[in-house]
């Protein structure tokens, strides 16, 4: 199971970090993703990273504001969000997968978290 956190009402430039706690102990064997969902619009991925840690992608949307990482110790995966914007206003959801190379694809993960709300006012 997938426990996501860390959201809240935030200032446009302001700074929020989530974090997604996992259950289980295999944890470390997972391709960790983040993906988004603003109202009335359909989940999008934002970032992922590899279980190693070695690697990491990007939406175009959020490069450069926003860094994904993980602790396999604590079993948790943070988005670290700068810089953040109106549009980044969404449900933020953490996922796990096996399927390193289909990390954007929100079909191809196994377990989802409930989601943790970020909104930006401007």
């Known amino acids: 199971q997938l426990q996501a956190s860390g959201g809240g009402l935030v200032r446009a430039g302001d700074s929020l970090r989530l974090s997604c706690l996992a259950s289980?102990?295999?944890?470390?064997?997972?391709?960790m993703g983040w993906f988004r969902q603003a109202p009335g619009k359909e989940r999008r991925f934002v970032a992922g990273?590899?279980?190693?840690?070695?690697?990491?992608v990007y939406a175009s949307s959020v490069e450069g504001r926003f860094t994904i990482s993980r602790d396999d110790a604590q079993n948790t995966v943070y988005l670290h969000m700068n810089t953040l914007k109106p549009e980044d206003t969404a449900v933020y959801y953490c996922?796990?997968?096996?399927?390193?190379?289909?990390?954007?694809?929100?079909?191809?993960?196994?377990?989802w978290g409930q989601g943790t709300l970020v909104t930006v006012s401007s």
């Open positions: 996922a796990a997968s096996r399927q390193w190379r289909w990390i954007r694809f929100a079909s191809k993960y196994d377990v």
């Open positions: 990273i590899m279980s190693n840690g070695d690697s990491t």
């Open positions: 289980g102990s295999t944890f470390s064997s997972y391709e």
